[in-house]
């Protein structure tokens, strides 16, 4: 039981820190945002397309620019 316990806490310990890891990497003065341009291109692609297409997006196309 403590064996388990301890797997647990390792574990949560661990992904804890992967996590605050990555809000650390990220470069200053720069961002992401939803590239709309190609949201627009593939939508628009999918509606003229001669199958019956639904985009359902999970992860939309992002692009880094910059924050003054």
Known sequence: MKQRIRFISV???A???LLLMGCVNSTPGQS???DSDKV???EKAAK???TNVD???VNPPRKRVKID
């Open 15 to 17: 992904v804890t820190t």
């Open 48 to 50: 003229t397309s001669s």
């Open 11 to 13: 574990s949560a310990l």
């Open 55 to 57: 985009v359902i997006w």
């Open 40 to 42: 627009y291109a593939i």
């Open 32 to 34: 992401y945002v939803v």
